[in-house]
């Protein structure tokens, strides 16, 4: 493991990391392998004597800083997108061009399909299949879109649905960019992984995954500013907050509560994750009622599609479906076992939460027994991929889920460019897959569409492998080899292990071996 000398230098550990100091700016060019090797197409690593573009623009009378260019990138990425999905904006859908240019978006569709460009309340006049928050958020600019085309009927309502939509969302995500960035201050190259991501390039829009995505960003921003000694517990209060109203738009994000609680109870500090925990669920209550008590059955539409779904495609049960009868082909008549679960849902239901349930028991173990406490953002990944690859649903933009947590726990750039390889194919094989649904002509064989969703599942899976390695051997962590703890720990970062912890850890690797009686 690096130690740090007493001139603040870190000292190389077993990874053999460059000494640099504590303060030190991390250049991907000089510390990430990746980078290093492919920045020699480009004249090499940055020099000793470069001027630094991460320090202050004020200082250096320099406008582009390594924070602001991030930005500037995403806020590209971001038109990229808007120019990806421009074929779809008018919504005159013909001749499958949502699937031949891939520009399909649910922004576009659902105006329509939850009536919102009939004036309809989400909720109140329409069932709406997603969490309330994102009702609203879909009322909120879907229904003043529509007052202004009863006045004016010969705007595209749809088109302007959306375009307002990809403001708001595309204003999450660089704001998500921005709390990144906060949130590694000595590391700005790190947002460069989300705001040059293919994944948001394709999917930033295809739902409102984005919303979730920023108010979970902002959670973890309000928990990496707890302090013990400063406001109380009021940031561990917002972060819970803003964690439970992320939670109210997709559910991922309240995900983030069990490793605040393992990683508070490690460090003897349970009572600030309690605080936030409690607020998340005072949050998520207080935006529910509303909807639920009135309306109850159109409130409950969400659950009641989630627990009657069958396998959906790309999944890992999908894959499991379509290798049953190529593997052991059953008898005639016979399910195989995953094709019996899809038959079956509400055990493919309990066996699916089990599973999760098993690896959340999993992380938490490791999180315990790790020999030095893991960083927050190791253990959201792992629990966030975990219900992903254990999920009967793993649409196409829930890569979005992903990408703030993975820039945090690992950023590194070779499995992390692998993995959004992995994404783009299965984003082709996708819209191949939907092709020959709606034309009854496949595009590809079946076993194409599979392969691309087992790259994507393979991937995460390595993603998770390494940042467990990182856990069991913190020399390996890079964003360890910058920081002396965790910056995204709050007022865990630097906080030794609770007393119960240091005396379980030395009674399971000091006790003494018992004498067995003769």
């Not at 005159?92 to 919102?116: F, K, P």
């Not at 964690?243 to 983030?256: E, R, S, T, V």
């Amino acid at each position: 493991m690096s130690t740090q000398s007493p001139a603040g230098i870190d000292e190389p550990g077993e990874s053999g990391a460059v000494p640099r100091p504590a303060t030190a700016v991390d250049h991907p060019s000089r510390s990430d392998w990746f980078v290093r090797g492919t920045s020699g197409l480009i004249g090499g690593p940055l020099g000793d004597h470069a001027a630094a573009l991460d320090r202050p623009a004020g200082r250096e009378g320099r406008f582009w800083t390594a924070a602001r260019i991030v930005l500037a990138l995403v806020c590209l990425t971001l038109a990229l997108h808007w120019v990806q999905k421009s074929p779809c904006q008018d919504g005159a859908w013909q001749n499958n061009i949502q699937y031949t240019r891939m520009c399909y978006t649910d922004v576009l569709a659902l105006y329509y399909a939850e009536g919102l460009n009939e004036g309809k309340v989400p909720y109140a006049d329409h069932p709406v299949e997603y969490p309330v928050l994102t009702g609203y958020f879909m009322g909120a600019l879907g229904l003043p879109v529509h007052a202004v085309g009863v006045d004016n009927p010969g705007i595209n309502q749809g088109q302007w649905f959306y375009n307002l939509n990809a403001l708001v969302l595309g204003a999450l995500a660089v704001a998500t960019v921005a709390v990144i960035l906060s949130l590694r201050r000595r590391r700005p190259w790190d947002a460069a992984l989300f705001a040059l991501s293919p994944a948001l390039v394709l999917t930033a829009t295809v739902n409102w995954d984005l919303l979730a995505v920023g108010l979970a960003a902002f959670g973890l921003l309000a928990w990496a500013r707890t302090r013990p000694d400063r406001y109380g517990m009021l940031l561990p209060g917002l972060a819970g907050v803003l964690i439970g109203l992320g939670g109210a738009a997709k559910m991922w994000p309240l995900f983030l509560l069990g490793p605040i609680l393992v990683l508070c109870a490690r460090a003897g500090r349970l009572l600030a994750g309690l605080v936030a925990t409690g607020s998340a669920l005072m949050a998520l209550v207080a935006v529910n009622l509303p909807v639920a008590i009135p309306y109850r059955e159109n409130w409950e539409r969400f659950f009641d599609l989630n627990t009657t779904r069958p396998i959906d495609w790309g999944t890992l049960w999908y894959i499991g479906r379509y290798l049953d009868g190529r593997i052991s082909p059953s008898a005639p008549g016979e399910l195989g076992p995953f094709e019996w679960l899809n038959a079956n849902i509400s055990t493919l239901n309990w066996v699916s939460y089990l599973l999760f349930g098993a690896a959340c028991l999993g992380v938490a173990a490791l999180a315990l027994l790790a020999p030095r406490r893991p960083r927050l953002a190791q253990l959201a990944f792992l629990v966030v991929a975990a219900f992903l690859i254990f999920s009967k649903v793993w649409s196409q933009q829930f890569v979005l889920w992903l990408l703030p947590l993975a820039v945090l726990a690992r950023p590194r750039w070779g499995a992390f460019l692998a993995w959004q390889f992995a994404e783009v194919c299965y984003f082709a094989a996708f819209y191949g897959e939907l092709l020959g649904t709606a034309t009854s002509r496949p595009v590809f064989p079946e076993g194409v569409f599979v392969l691309a969703s087992s790259l994507r599942l393979v991937t995460v899976a390595v993603l998770c492998g390494f940042v467990i390695r990182d856990i069991l051997r913190p020399e390996r962590d890079a964003v360890r080899q910058t920081y002396a703890d965790d910056p995204d720990g709050g007022l865990l970062d630097g906080a030794p292990d609770a007393p119960w912890h240091q005396r379980w850890r030395s009674g399971a690797v000091d006790r003494p071996v018992e004498p067995v009686p003769v």
